[in-house]
């Protein structure tokens, strides 16, 4: 063979690598050779532009100036020589035999660097037996037998060269440490290449080695899947344990681990596989169904050469004398030339081609063709063949390069890769243009004509020559290629047949992107079957899709029921969301949910209130999932929207009241929000929403409420309030629209704009009364003639609003003169319902409508309140809703006076008819939670203070003990505590005795110091003031509010003044003669110290104070309560021991009396007598409570 001028240490010419190309196997590109970018042929141009020189291999030891040759051979490179080119073994060989050993080590590095290694080299450096030394001379190289210097002394261990310092072997001497060292790692490092080596070795056997048995069994049965190898099961457990720790499953690893015990998961090499780790098992996964290429052996043939793609002989043949080299680079220069040639013409053919492609006749020059195989065109083929092939190869490129080596096994390899490369990226080019041919029309088919060659060729050496086109036909896959669509129809049968092998293979994340594919192929599919497959295929697209991907699931449906037509849906789409309403994942019973919804304008009306309706009502029922059940609350909706089946009313309120009744809050949410609405829509159109609805809602409520004597359901009382609530829009706009100036409303002219707070803000769009009646616009003008319809024209004729006036007002007004005042939730929804109806209806209506119901039966006055004659209409929860519920919705100057004066009348009418405050405190706590409010009901108290009878002023010093709570400190400061003060200075001794609360519930709650240390003068001054020695009203309202406050308030507060103040007061009851007085203190202070034994209480105050209370309080209750006494005993009991075992005390940090009752009979004693108790179960509640 022909060489050029190629460097010989760029080459691998090893004899390894010269019997594998004997053999006929390709070589592969070196990574030196990827990096370029490029591939080389074997006629590149030269590698290097100086020539080697080339020395015989025959010669032994030639020198030149005593220089030997093969020091020559590597330091002359640059030097031209007419001498032959010897082999890099050769060269090799000569360096070890003069012992030029760095230069043999210099080529052996740069040859390993270059991936092209030298046996001759790498045994010599491997084997520790060239490197034995002698004591002071450097290490001398041998290739066989003894060298000059003699045998060498062995190292205490194997040495080679890699290991060995020649930094050593200086004139400083032997470090023999330091080179033991050196030794011993390298030996490690050998050893474990040794271990890796046997481990490949094992794997090779292991891999191979199948039971007999199992052989002979699968062999028998080939449709037995072959056993699991035990390399293969020690891989697989790998994989399956690196899985299970990445996501979490750590409990479920260790279970694995253990069930593994001879395997090591720590380390892949403890497998035994001796080759790279594979990739973990999600990958392996994702990419389970993919093809993988075919692995063969490939080389790439261009017009330049790489030295590792010539065979492993090229440098070790005989020598190419001088002119034959010559001829071969005069040969490729020629070649060259004619390249070159060949390229400028292409491009100016390319570039005229590119400009003209429009005007290109079908009938070209066989000059042009041969331009066009690398060039697209849309007329000519890419692979000529006969017409009768009927399109077989219409869409594969049959050319293979003219160009090819002259080594045989190199033209095959390269014919192949070719063909397959040029035929793959041709597909594109060549089908595309075809496709729109055959599109067109069948005439543009039959006119398709292709250029025939003027050849004499057989159209059986056509079809052989052809058959190198690597095509396969045979598949699905190849015969869905071959055949491409001329028809919309044969387009959707190729879909059809093609996406259930696509969807699955397309990963979840992005499998939204062919919802468009799938619908299209379902609506145009000619075939039900296949259609009800696309179908199956769109609502199984995702396993569990997310909210963005069931809307376009659901646009997709709602498309294709547009264009397919109702009864196609109920055919094809239903069942698909009947097939999924008991779906394991909640994520696609929610898309059936939604899609029942989505579809319900489209389908036939018989379907959609009975098959549709009984499956959203189902699944209501059924379902767990919240957000399901929300989504069949808005679907329901929907139908609502669209049913027109008047028989349908019953069951459309029953799922109101179970939508109502769900105990999930977005269920109830999604109810007022679309399900109440469109009810209220269709009830209104029915004609029943006066007659039937709210009527139903109504008397549900009044038998409610006669069933809640013992006890009221709160919870069906707010699901009815509401639904009631929610219906107020519709029932204004019903009113509106059925008015005698409903005909007179006209668009044209200027309106007012309706004010911006005119309406309570609606919980969805659907309770707007501008939706409901229809614009922004049609609202403002009706606004306006409503407004003066009941101003100056009154009601007469206007049925809808005399219904509620005369009907609905009176029915739920008498219902809030039956609920409980003390149930602050049912005051707050009747108030919350009030409040949203006067809003709506507007101030014109609420003042000449609502109020003067309200005032006709809230007549201010004595007799009123008169609740041993039936007549106690101000003690109930009638109050607080009028109050809080009519007179806040309008927050004017005189609306706000108004409010005033009924809170200052109310307040009055019940202080001075010794009634109950139930009502007025409803109101205060209603009203307090609004702080817009609190200079308000100051005001109102404030009247209560400076009144002139002494019972309101302690109903208004009662009312203080509410409104602290609520109220910044900065009003406490400035109006709270001086109008307590004037109070606490009354005349009036039950004045005085009733600021007593409200001064506890500032220690309670408030923080700054100036204002704590003038309640506490006050409250010290009721004790220690001898007018109120004999006080025992005022006693019993200070212990009663020590044992409310004392655990919640400031430590100091407690310790300083409460704990000695409750001792004096059980010590001053031991004298009391009054046996009624006596025991009256005596319970409140049980009660006071029950709570107070919760709090932390310091060693001396215990010894001081609590105990000597506790003992004091027993003596009373000895003679008095004697139940009570076993109680005391044992606080008393327990506290002593508390006291004795102080450093236990001082580490536990608080005091748990009543909760540890010391000895059985203790235990027995208290729970026998604890049912004999009479005093408050509240208070002896404290007794267990937590320590705080």
């Given at each position: 063979?022909?060489?050029?001028?190629?460097?010989?240490?760029?080459?691998?010419?090893?004899?390894?690598?010269?019997?594998?190309?004997?053999?006929?196997?390709?070589?592969?590109?070196?990574?030196?050779?990827?990096?370029?970018?490029?591939?080389?042929?074997?006629?590149?141009?030269?590698?290097?532009?100086?020539?080697?020189?080339?020395?015989?291999?025959?010669?032994?030891?030639?020198?030149?100036?005593?220089?030997?040759?093969?020091?020559?051979?590597?330091?002359?490179?640059?030097?031209?020589?007419?001498?032959?080119?010897?082999?890099?073994?050769?060269?090799?060989?000569?360096?070890?035999?003069?012992?030029?050993?760095?230069?043999?080590?210099?080529?052996?590095?740069?040859?390993?660097?270059?991936?092209?290694?030298?046996?001759?080299?790498?045994?010599?450096?491997?084997?520790?037996?060239?490197?034995?030394?002698?004591?002071?001379?450097?290490?001398?190289?041998?290739?066989?037998?003894?060298?000059?210097?003699?045998?060498?002394?062995?190292?205490?261990?194997?040495?080679?060269?890699?290991?060995?310092?020649?930094?050593?072997?200086?004139?400083?001497?032997?470090?023999?440490?330091?080179?033991?060292?050196?030794?011993?790692?390298?030996?490690?490092?050998?050893?474990?290449?040794?271990?890796?080596?046997?481990?490949?070795?094992?794997?090779?056997?292991?891999?191979?080695?199948?039971?007999?048995?199992?052989?002979?069994?699968?062999?028998?049965?080939?449709?037995?899947?072959?056993?699991?190898?035990?390399?293969?099961?020690?891989?697989?457990?790998?994989?399956?344990?690196?899985?299970?720790?990445?996501?979490?499953?750590?409990?479920?690893?260790?279970?694995?681990?253990?069930?593994?015990?001879?395997?090591?998961?720590?380390?892949?090499?403890?497998?035994?596989?001796?080759?790279?780790?594979?990739?973990?098992?999600?990958?392996?996964?994702?990419?389970?169904?993919?093809?993988?290429?075919?692995?063969?052996?490939?080389?790439?043939?261009?017009?330049?050469?790489?030295?590792?793609?010539?065979?492993?002989?090229?440098?070790?043949?005989?020598?190419?004398?001088?002119?034959?080299?010559?001829?071969?680079?005069?040969?490729?220069?020629?070649?060259?030339?004619?390249?070159?040639?060949?390229?400028?013409?292409?491009?100016?053919?390319?570039?005229?081609?590119?400009?003209?492609?429009?005007?290109?006749?079908?009938?070209?020059?066989?000059?042009?063709?041969?331009?066009?195989?690398?060039?697209?065109?849309?007329?000519?083929?890419?692979?000529?063949?006969?017409?009768?092939?009927?399109?077989?190869?219409?869409?594969?490129?049959?050319?293979?390069?003219?160009?090819?080596?002259?080594?045989?096994?190199?033209?095959?390899?390269?014919?192949?890769?070719?063909?397959?490369?040029?035929?793959?990226?041709?597909?594109?080019?060549?089908?595309?243009?075809?496709?729109?041919?055959?599109?067109?029309?069948?005439?543009?088919?039959?006119?398709?004509?292709?250029?025939?060659?003027?050849?004499?060729?057989?159209?059986?050496?056509?079809?052989?020559?052809?058959?190198?086109?690597?095509?396969?036909?045979?598949?699905?896959?190849?015969?869905?290629?071959?055949?491409?669509?001329?028809?919309?129809?044969?387009?959707?049968?190729?879909?059809?047949?093609?996406?259930?092998?696509?969807?699955?293979?397309?990963?979840?994340?992005?499998?939204?992107?062919?919802?468009?594919?799938?619908?299209?192929?379902?609506?145009?599919?000619?075939?039900?079957?296949?259609?009800?497959?696309?179908?199956?295929?769109?609502?199984?697209?995702?396993?569990?899709?997310?909210?963005?991907?069931?809307?376009?699931?659901?646009?997709?449906?709602?498309?294709?029921?547009?264009?397919?037509?109702?009864?196609?849906?109920?055919?094809?789409?239903?069942?698909?969301?009947?097939?999924?309403?008991?779906?394991?994942?909640?994520?696609?019973?929610?898309?059936?949910?939604?899609?029942?919804?989505?579809?319900?304008?489209?389908?036939?009306?018989?379907?959609r209130s009975s098959l549709v309706l009984s499956m959203l009502q189902q699944m209501l029922a059924e379902d767990k999932a919240d957000m399901v059940r929300e989504a069949v609350v808005k679907s329901l909706g929907i139908i609502m929207g669209y049913i027109d089946d008047a028989d349908k009313y019953s069951q459309g309120f029953e799922l109101m009241l179970l939508s109502l009744g769900d105990p999930s809050e977005r269920v109830v949410s999604a109810t007022h929000q679309v399900f109440i609405p469109a009810f209220a829509a269709w009830c209104t159109e029915l004609g029943n929403l006066q007659s039937q609805l709210m009527p139903s809602l109504l008397t549900r409520i009044e038998k409610l409420l006669k069933q809640g004597e013992y006890g009221l359901d709160e919870h069906k009382l707010h699901m009815y309030l509401s639904a009631l609530q929610s219906l107020i829009p519709a029932l204004f706009a019903v009113l509106l629209q059925n008015a005698p100036f409903t005909s007179r409303a006209n668009l044209q002219g200027d309106v007012p704009p309706i004010e911006v707070t005119r309406f309570p803000r609606p919980v969805s769009p659907l309770q707007d009364v501008a939706t409901i009646v229809g614009s922004r616009e049609q609202l403002a003008v009706l606004l306006q003639l409503y407004d003066h319809q009941l101003q100056h024209e009154g009601t007469t004729g206007w049925d809808s609003l005399l219904w509620v006036v005369n009907q609905f007002l009176p029915q739920i007004i008498e219902i809030v003169g039956r609920i409980n005042v003390t149930s602050s939730t049912c005051v707050h929804e009747f108030s919350r319902f009030f409040w949203r109806l006067c809003r709506t209806f507007g101030k014109i209506f609420t003042n000449t409508k609502v109020k003067p119901q309200f005032q006709e039966i809230l007549r201010l006055s004595e007799e009123n309140v008169d609740a041993t004659a039936g007549n106690g209409i101000l003690t109930k929860a009638t109050v607080p809703i009028y109050a809080t519920g009519v007179l806040t919705c309008y927050n004017q100057e005189e609306d706000r006076k108004l409010l005033v004066g009924f809170l200052e009348d109310v307040m009055t009418t019940l202080s001075l008819s010794h009634a109950p405050l139930d009502s007025l405190k409803a109101s205060f706590v209603e009203l307090g939670a609004n702080p817009a409010y609190h200079e308000l009901l100051l005001t109102v108290l404030w009247y209560g203070v400076v009144h002139t009878s002494a019972l309101v002023r302690c109903t208004a010093a009662r009312m203080f003990e509410l409104l602290v709570k609520g109220v910044n400190e900065t009003l406490v400061a400035q109006r709270v505590v001086p109008a307590l003060i004037t109070l606490s200075s009354d005349p009036e001794i039950s004045v005085r005795i009733s600021t007593i609360p409200a001064f506890g519930t500032i220690m309670e709650t408030v923080t700054q110091k100036e204002l704590l240390e003038r309640v506490k003068m006050q409250l010290a001054s009721f004790l220690e003031d001898p007018q109120y020695q004999d006080q025992h009203s005022l006693h019993m309202e200070i212990i009663k509010t020590f044992g409310r406050v004392g655990p919640n308030a400031e430590p100091r507060f407690r310790d300083e003044f409460v704990l000695p103040h409750l001792h004096k007061l059980a010590l001053c009851n031991n004298q009391q003669t009054v046996e009624s007085k006596r025991i009256d203190i005596a319970t409140q202070l049980f009660e006071a110290y029950s709570a107070l034994s919760c709090c932390f209480i310091s060693e001396e105050l215990m010894v001081n104070h609590f105990l000597p209370g506790l003992r004091c309080l027993r003596t009373d209750m000895e003679q008095l309560s004697p139940e009570h006494e076993v109680i005391l005993s044992s606080m008393i009991k327990e506290c002593e021991i508390k006291v004795e075992n102080k450093g236990i005390g001082e580490a536990q940090g608080s005091i748990s009396i009543a909760a540890s009752l010391v000895g059985e009979d203790a235990k027995t004693k208290f729970l026998s007598k604890m049912g004999q108790l009479t005093t408050s179960g509240a208070m002896l509640a404290n007794v267990f409570q937590r320590k705080k």
């Open positions: 063979m022909a060489a050029g001028n190629v460097n010989p240490f760029n080459v691998s010419d090893s004899e390894e690598e010269a019997e594998h190309r004997q053999d006929g196997a390709d070589s592969e590109r070196s990574p030196s050779d990827e990096a370029q970018g490029h591939s080389l042929g074997p006629f590149s141009p030269p590698a290097y532009s100086e020539p080697a020189v080339l020395l015989s291999s025959t010669r032994t030891s030639p020198s030149v100036d005593g220089i030997p040759a093969s020091a020559a051979a590597v330091a002359g490179i640059g030097v031209g020589s007419a001498e032959t080119r010897v082999s890099l073994d050769a060269i090799a060989a000569q360096l070890l035999r003069d012992q030029y050993i760095l230069t043999a080590l210099e080529l052996h590095t740069e040859l390993l660097e270059a991936g092209r290694e030298l046996p001759r080299l790498r045994d010599y450096f491997s084997n520790p037996g060239n490197f034995e030394r002698q004591s002071g001379t450097p290490p001398a190289c041998k290739e066989q037998g003894v060298g000059p210097g003699g045998p060498l002394n062995r190292a205490g261990s194997i040495s080679t060269l890699d290991s060995l310092d020649f930094a050593r072997y200086s004139d400083d001497g032997n470090r023999e440490s330091d080179e033991r060292v050196a030794v011993l790692e390298f030996e490690l490092r050998k050893a474990k290449e040794t271990i890796q080596a046997l481990r490949a070795n094992l794997t090779q056997a292991a891999e191979c080695e199948i039971p007999s048995q199992e052989r002979k069994n699968y062999k028998s049965s080939p449709e037995i899947q072959e056993p699991i190898r035990p390399l293969e099961k020690r891989a697989l457990n790998f994989l399956v344990n690196e899985y299970l720790l990445k996501n979490e499953y750590k409990l479920t690893s260790i279970t694995f681990s253990d069930e593994n015990d001879d395997q090591d998961f720590e380390l892949w090499d403890d497998v035994g596989l001796n080759i790279p780790k594979p990739p973990d098992l999600l990958h392996v996964y994702r990419n389970c169904g993919n093809s993988l290429p075919l692995n063969m052996n490939t080389v790439d043939v261009a017009v330049s050469v790489d030295p590792s793609d010539l065979p492993g002989d090229y440098f070790s043949q005989e020598p190419v004398q001088q002119t034959e080299q010559q001829e071969v680079v005069q040969e490729l220069e020629y070649q060259i030339s004619l390249l070159n040639t060949e390229k400028q013409s292409l491009a100016e053919q390319i570039k005229k081609l590119q400009s003209d492609i429009q005007a290109l006749q079908r009938n070209v020059s066989s000059e042009t063709t041969t331009v066009m195989k690398s060039t697209p065109s849309k007329q000519d083929p890419l692979c000529d063949k006969p017409p009768l092939d009927n399109g077989q190869y219409l869409d594969i490129r049959g050319v293979t390069e003219t160009d090819s080596p002259p080594d045989v096994n190199a033209t095959k390899t390269s014919t192949t890769t070719t063909t397959t490369t040029d035929c793959t990226e041709s597909i594109t080019t060549a089908t595309q243009p075809h496709s729109k041919l055959k599109s067109q029309s069948q005439r543009s088919k039959s006119a398709v004509l292709f250029d025939q060659p003027n050849r004499n060729l057989s159209p059986v050496f056509h079809q052989a020559l052809l058959s190198f086109c690597r095509m396969s036909a045979d598949s699905r896959l190849g015969s869905e290629v071959s055949r491409i669509a001329d028809s919309e129809q044969s387009v959707m049968l190729m879909l059809g047949r093609c996406l259930p092998h696509i969807v699955p293979n397309v990963l979840l994340a992005k499998r939204e992107e062919l919802i468009p594919l799938i619908l299209c192929t379902a609506c145009l599919h000619p075939e039900p079957k296949e259609r009800d497959q696309l179908l199956h295929i769109l609502f199984n697209l995702i396993k569990r899709p997310d909210d963005e991907q069931r809307q376009m699931i659901l646009t997709g449906c709602v498309a294709f029921a547009r264009h397919v037509g109702p009864t196609r849906v109920e055919a094809e789409l239903l069942p698909q969301c009947w097939e999924q309403i008991n779906h394991k994942y909640p994520e696609r019973r929610l898309l059936v949910a939604e899609a029942c919804g989505a579809l319900a304008p489209y389908l036939p009306k018989e379907i």
